[in-house]
């Protein structure tokens, strides 16, 4: 017979990777807790077993996770909303493998304000994005983008969570997960840039879909992150 599911309505989708330990699903729960799930499973019982979750089993959940996260350079990155114990509108990175192999994720960081005092508010369901030290200028290293209902979007180093830069120029919460490609934008002269450059996709609630300057020290004419 089935039983039916403790961990609440999952409003974001699964993640799948192939990491050390193993093809890998990545569950967000509003539940407040992120399960590593072994992928391959039992194929005669149809189920299977957690790798570790985050936080464990037997501690308080953190704020609920609501989005899908991203697993990028051997870490998974999400935001939380507000719950009933810690961890509440604070932004994760955790390893994907359990190095010391007790059944719970490993905080590789977290944060919860911005470099400017600004606290994060809930997430939602928008994602983040992300981009290697390969496709931005030097200096940045490989980094994670993400938005907040505090109007804010940011860029942090995946390494550490060290905030590269924050705009607010949008004006409004995201309504969906982020991208990142390159466009040819104005540059800090109001020309249209020869060629492409790295751009950070934002969708908002007001309507917009709006393209910044990912690299740190790109601006346009009027001196804002706005591409």
């Known amino acids: 017979a089935s039983v039916e599911s403790t961990l609440g309505r999952i409003t974001g989708s699964v993640t799948f990777s192939n990491t050390a330990a193993g093809p890998t699903l990545f569950v967000p729960t509003p ?36 989005m899908t996260p991203m697993v990028e350079f051997n870490r998974v990155f999400f935001g939380t909303g507000t719950g009933a114990f810690g961890g509440s509108n604070t932004f994760y990175a955790i390893d994907v493998v359990d190095a010391d192999a007790n059944q719970i994720g490993d905080v590789a960081w977290s944060r919860n304000a911005g470099d400017g005092g600004e606290v994060y508010l809930p997430f939602g369901n928008a994602g983040p994005a992300s981009a290697p030290a390969a496709e931005l200028e030097a200096g940045m290293g490989d980094t994670v983008f993400f938005a907040n209902d505090n109007f804010f979007t940011y860029a942090v180093r995946a390494s550490d969570g060290t905030q590269i830069w924050g705009s607010n120029v949008i004006g409004s919460s995201p309504s969906s997960s982020l991208g990142f490609t390159y466009m040819r934008v104005p540059n800090a002269a109001g020309n249209l840039t020869v060629t492409a450059t790295p751009t950070v996709m934002v969708p908002s609630l007001n309507g917009t879909y709006t393209a910044l300057h990912a690299n740190v020290s790109q601006q346009n004419s009027r001196g804002d992150r706005l591409a």
């Open 31 to 66: 539940q407040g807790r992120l399960y590593a799930l072994d992928a391959v499973g039992n194929g005669t019982t149809k189920t299977t077993t957690p790798r570790w979750t985050y936080p464990g089993l037997a501690d308080n959940p953190i704020g609920p996770i609501t």
